[in-house]
């Protein structure tokens, strides 16, 4: 990336970087004005499906906060109507299947995902964006635990007592429908790169809802085919989950070269325990509330835990909340620079 700032992509390495790179989950969205004038006019699938209006808003903080990475504007669920799945994105509660999956005809209805006729949209927002950014696009996609959970669920959940019961009761056809989004998963991910993305991002969100036990009997065996799939492409690739302190072991065994840290788990405990594997996060979302002076407190004790190990990507321990203080965000990415001064 001849010109470019390539700091997340060396800190991705594990490479020595003058200072952490920084960007934030969901740091395109609701708490940005300019993001809230594009969806008075367009809802959220309009703007994805129209690649220069999701290349804007892709855009938007990186103009607006000067962070390290952009971030495709997209959703989890975008490669899912690909599969045949009927969905509703609904303001404020998320994703809902119209027929969640709950027996084998369901689970045979998937169709396999073919990401040029089903999300071209996607593919041509990331040349698009391409064409314009000085720093990395990192590509995402829902890991297959989290897309299985909205599927099974049929939406948003807090106790995951259908996709559990679904998984304890039908394991083999569990393993059915977690091998179908595993393989369309690589492939959504493998166009992505294939387009320009310089990095990607699988979001496990929900998989904190497992024990380690589970996760090693009806997860990773999947998460470790997925990343198998993508090591050819030579692109880093970032591994997130919420609520995974337990299983953060597990998942550095499965794969993937970065490992993102939700911010109940301690920074200094995770390295040690992860060795030489570069770690994203992971300040508390809510921080961006509190004053300057706390803000300040938290960015300096994060990078202080680091201690100035290689290999850290700046991040949120989740993804920006609605309604946080866009000065609050910028100042974030000021002091984490302060590093360099």
């Known amino acids: 990336m001849g010109g470019v700032n390539d700091l997340i992509l060396r800190a991705a390495r594990g490479e020595p970087t003058p200072r952490p790179p920084v960007w934030f989950m969901r740091q395109a969205g609701r708490y940005q004005k300019s993001y809230q004038e ?4 367009y809802t959220l699938p309009e703007i994805v499906k129209n690649p220069e209006v999701a290349a804007e808003v892709t855009l938007l903080p990186v103009r607006e906060l000067g962070v390290d990475a952009a971030i495709l504007f997209a959703d989890i669920t975008t490669p899912l109507y690909g599969m045949g799945v009927e969905l509703d994105l609904v303001e404020g509660k998320g994703p809902v299947i119209h027929r969640p999956i709950r027996d084998q005809e369901g689970v045979e209805a998937l169709r396999p995902l073919v990401p040029e006729e089903a999300v071209p949209f ?7 964006l ?5 720093v990395p696009l990192i590509g995402f996609a829902g890991a297959p635990f989290t897309l299985a959970s909205y599927l099974v669920e049929g939406g948003p959940s807090r106790h995951f007592l259908e996709v559990k019961a679904f998984m304890y009761r039908e394991e083999a056809l569990w393993h059915r429908l977690m091998d179908k989004l595993t393989e369309a998963m690589a492939r959504y991910l493998k166009a992505q790169a294939e387009a320009g993305a310089d990095l990607l991002q699988v979001f496990d969100s929900w998989v904190g809802a497992l024990s380690p ?6 997860v990773k065996p999947h998460m470790r085919r997925l990343f198998q799939a993508l090591k050819p ?12 302190m337990g299983l953060l072991q597990e998942m550095r065994e499965a794969g993937g070269d970065v490992l993102g840290l939700d ?4 920074l200094p405990w995770a390295r040690e325990v992860l ?8 300040l508390d979302p809510a921080v961006l509330f509190a004053p300057k002076e706390v803000i300040r407190r938290e960015v300096g004790r994060i990078l202080e835990e680091n201690a100035g190990r290689p290999g850290h990507i700046f991040n949120l321990g989740h993804g920006i909340l609605p309604k946080t ?11 984490v620079k302060e590093v360099a001064a």
């Open 325 to 335: 203080p866009p000065e609050h965000v910028a100042y974030v990415v000021e002091l």
């Open 233 to 244: 492409l030579g692109v880093p690739v970032i591994h997130f989950g919420v609520g995974t």
């Open 263 to 266: 911010h109940h788990t301690p």
């Open 38 to 41: 594009i969806r008075q006019r």
């Open 122 to 128: 996607v593919l041509q927002a990331i040349r698009l």
């Open 213 to 218: 036990a589970d996760y090693r009997r009806y």
């Open 275 to 282: 060795g030489k594997t570069p770690v994203q996060g992971n």
């Open 130 to 134: 391409k064409r314009e950014l000085e």
